[in-house]
């Protein structure tokens, strides 16, 4: 059985797992982990009709495969050169990264491929993976004034393997704050019109980072609506796609579906949680774009950590017959 067969077969069951996202304070929701050795009975069918929470997706086109798989959804903070905390990452272990889903026949897309079911880009044989980037820290991506990318940088590093690996393209999800990247003023919509220009996708993760559950409805709806609007005045599409800061619902979450108005309106056609296991396909019964999993990616304790990037690649190629 290939891996494609085998990852179209496999389905989840949940159990809740406590980690904590974005901050090493707050308490995010659990999230699901898919159990071992259950099979999927469902056919191909585009994601679901939204319910009032959910705003309504995109046509899936006609040239998009029915990938029924697992698509892992990886997490990313800081980049940085030496280990600090549980969720950074050193360039050499992002490289090492790279190099692994490359060898293991992973095709990036961004969220919102994945929220509307668009897996067109995906080569027959491979298997989607989503690439996001949490708080929007000064080495994710950096840009000079000529519009070259920094190498050193996260998306830098991406571009370079794509120079030496064509078909591994460097697409990612940041997901940003006000003053993206330590970018103010002018140098914001510069920074962000760069990664527009790049095919990667501009997500939201709210103007100030708080915790959702601790705001008013019109507190949250100011954090997203804002966040959303900084982007359009930059002249870029606005966000169509959230990543909760620390993992944390508000307490009305059709909040996040949509909301504001006037300038600061915004909507949402996916939402990403903190952990811990892949995503179901766009296709399947069980895959909700309103409450999409993540694994955290980091290189401390040499990135062995449990249910992080390595579990879970190593399940997915052991529990694969070649």
Request: hydrophobic residues 35%; aromatic residues 6%.
């Amino acid at each position: 059985m290939s891996r494609r067969q085998f990852l179209q077969l496999t389905a989840g069951v949940t159990v809740s797992a406590g980690l904590a996202g974005c901050a090493d304070t707050g308490a995010p929701d659990p999230a699901p982990v898919v159990a071992d050795h259950v099979a999927a009975r469902t056919s191909p069918r585009p994601p679901a009709q939204p319910t009032p929470s959910t705003p309504a997706a995109p046509s899936v086109t006609a040239t998009a495969p029915p990938f029924m798989g697992m698509v892992p959804v990886l997490m990313h903070h800081r980049l940085v050169d030496g280990e600090s905390g549980t969720y950074d990452m050193t360039p050499q272990f992002f490289r090492a990264e790279l190099e692994r889903l490359y060898r293991e026949k992973y095709h990036p897309i961004r969220t919102i491929d994945l929220a509307r079911g668009n897996f067109s880009t995906v080569p027959a044989g491979k298997t989607p993976v989503v690439l996001t980037f949490d708080d929007s820290s000064p080495r994710q991506f950096a840009v000079d004034a000529r519009g070259r990318v920094d190498p050193q940088s996260a998306l830098g590093i991406m571009l370079d393997f794509q120079r030496r690996h064509p078909d591994f393209p460097a697409v990612a999800s940041f997901y940003i704050n006000q003053n993206p990247f330590g970018y103010r003023g002018a140098d914001v919509a510069r920074a962000l019109r760069k990664l527009e220009e790049l095919d990667c996708e501009i997500g939201n993760h709210t103007l100030t980072h708080p915790n959702l559950r601790s705001l008013s409805d019109a507190e949250v709806q100011a954090e997203l609506g804002g966040l959303s609007a900084l982007v359009a005045a930059a002249g870029v599409p606005p966000p169509r796609t959230l990543a909760l800061p620390l993992g944390v619902h508000p307490r009305r979450r059709s909040l996040l579906a949509q909301g504001g108005s006037g300038p600061t309106a915004y909507r949402n056609e996916g939402v990403l949680l903190v952990g811990a296991n892949p995503a179901p396909s766009s296709y399947r019964k069980d895959f909700d774009p309103m409450a999409i999993p993540r694994i955290r990616c980091s290189s401390h304790a040499g990135g062995k950590g449990a249910l992080e990037m390595a579990y879970w690649l190593d399940r997915l190629r052991r529990d694969t017959s070649r």
